[in-house]
T-cell receptor, first 113, second 112 residues
Framework: GAGVSQTPSNKVTEKGKYVELRCDPI?????LYWYRQSLGQGPEFLIY????????DSGLPNDRFFAVRPEGSVSTLKIQRTERGDSAVYLC???????????FGQGTRLTVV | DAKTTQPNSMESNEEEPVHLPCNHS???????IHWYRQLPSQGPEYVIH???SNVNNRMASLAIAEDRKSSTLILHRATLRDAAVYYC?????????????FGQGTRLTINP
């Protein structure tokens, strides 16, 4: 596809479970970002990848959150021992280079019950 | 991260121009001013960005104050599809932070 693809679009999980959220960036984009957005708030930065490496993970709230991008394209955001407070829309974005226009996916709505 | 201040909400009528203000009094010399918007149930989308000079593209115009402490996003002829939350963001062009730091934005309502 032409845009950033995120799967699944919706995920409902029980408190304490492990979840993985996937992001397929636009082909050739070197930079990839994860954000999360709670209702009525602006997107909150989580982590930024340049290629395969996490260049800035200062937004990850705690060690239950982890993200990988092993081949410099697809990225997975992993959340362990989910809590109800993790419920939000998780957004992924990619850009051709680190300072160029960012393209966002539609997001994954995570609900922890 | 340098901060921006925007009104929480604005309202305008269809086919009229809309001026969305943003204050960024602590802007540094290497900060670009970016605007993104977020339509309901979608991810944010890029609108425009600039450094010092006014900028135009097919979506909007960006007017930047001479001292760069404020800017205005101009939608020349609003349509119902322009109803969205508009975010004004400062982004360092240097080797530093590459992330976009979103604030609360301005929720724009367009009346038919």
């Amino acid at each position: 596809g032409a845009g950033v693809s995120q799967t699944p679009s919706n995920k409902v999980t029980e408190k304490g479970k492990y979840v993985e959220l996937r992001c397929d960036p636009i082909s050739g984009h070197t930079a990839l970002y994860w954000y999360r957005q709670s209702l009525g708030q602006g997107p909150e930065f989580l982590i930024y990848f340049q290629g395969t490496g996490a260049a800035d993970d200062s937004g990850l709230p705690n060690d239950r959150f982890f993200a990988v991008r092993p081949e410099g394209s697809v990225s997975t955001l992993k959340i362990q021992r989910t809590e109800r407070g993790d419920s939000a829309v998780y957004l992924c974005a990619s850009s051709l280079f680190r300072n160029t226009e960012a393209f966002f996916g539609q997001g994954t709505r995570l609900t922890v019950v | 991260d340098a901060k921006t201040t925007q009104p929480n909400s604005m309202e305008s009528n269809e086919e009229e121009p809309v001026h969305l203000p943003c204050n960024h009094s602590t802007i540094s010399g290497t900060d670009y001013i970016h605007w993104y918007r977020q339509l309901p149930s979608q991810g944010p989308e890029y609108v425009i960005h600039g450094l010092t000079s006014n900028v135009n593209n097919r979506m909007a115009s960006l007017a930047i104050a001479e001292d760069r402490k404020s800017s205005t996003l101009i939608l020349h002829r609003a349509t119902l599809r322009d109803a969205a939350v508009y975010y004004c963001i400062l982004r360092d062009s240097g080797q530093g932070a590459q992330k976009l730091v979103f604030g609360q934005g301005t929720r724009l309502t367009i009346n038919p």
